[in-house]
């Protein structure tokens, strides 16, 4: 890679900005997979920088989730005095995943106005960047599945093959989380307050979402319940907790639909910010 000036950044052969919807997608997914070798080289400088590749690091992976699940087994179990079977299982099974959503979010959504310096001296295509923020979270959260080897320790009754399948439904949670990072990145390098909203929409999408309940605690066809489906981290929490503590099949519907919901929103995503990435030199 060369150093370029920041006009050469800003105007790239073949402006976006007169290029077809399909077209925008094409370059973007092709910038995806022709810069393979560089993504992997940015998951790893991201690892450095969020001290993922250190031993504290993989540790505090192990040990967050851990202690957010005691919080809330104290919370729910002491306080509110709700009794739920093996529910320090029950839990941890949508706090991992959880942990792993909001943190790669937020990652991906600064990923471009926390590389200012390398935008304005290297020519690249940018949309590596959420790109590589989303794959470094998804190496950290394999790390945090070891913390839930050690749940499974005092609840081996709930082992079973189906837990198997938590790699298939990561896959699902990583094109949604991608597609979301994608834009939110795209829209942060304009409105910079796009970052500062999302922690308190993330906090609050926690609670709408089946982290701390089921969705079965919901009266069938109530309104709460209808709502809650229409959440897609709903049937992604949902998903684990069956393979998990629930030992049964994933909601394979539920899945299918977020799915399909994040091809679309990638393809969109993608267009988007191939649409405005000419202006990033010019503006950060």
Known sequence: ?????????????????????????????RDIRQRHRLIRYLVGADLKRTHADTLFGQIWWLLDPLLQMAIYVVLVTVIFRRATPDYPLFLFAAILPWKWFATTLNDATTSVTGRQGLI?????????????????????????????????????????????????????????????????????????????????????????????????????????????????????????????????????LGLLAVLGLSVVLLVFAVALFKRVEPAFARIL
């Open 1 to 29: 890679m060369t150093a370029t000036s920041p006009d050469a950044l800003a105007a790239p052969p073949g402006p976006a900005g007169r290029q077809s919807f399909p077209g925008l997608v094409g370059r973007g997914l």
């Open 120 to 252: 304005r001296q290297i020519q690249f295509p940018k949309l590596v960047l959420p790109t590589a923020a989303v794959t470094a979270g998804t190496v950290s959260f394999a790390v945090g599945l070891l913390a839930l080897g050690m749940v499974y320790v005092f609840y081996l009754h709930r082992l079973s093959a189906w837990v198997l399948l938590i790699p298939l439904i990561a896959v699902v949670q990583y094109a949604f989380t991608l597609a979301l990072g994608v834009a939110l990145a795209a829209m942060n390098a304009f409105y910079r307050d796009v970052h500062n909203v999302l922690r308190h929409v993330t906090r609050l999408w926690f609670y709408l979402s089946p982290a701390l309940y089921s969705i079965n605690d919901l009266r069938e066809g109530s309104v709460e319940r209808f709502v809650l489906q229409l959440n897609p981290m709903t049937h992604l929490l949902e998903s684990y907790r069956a393979v998990t503590w629930g030992t049964s099949a994933p909601d394979w």
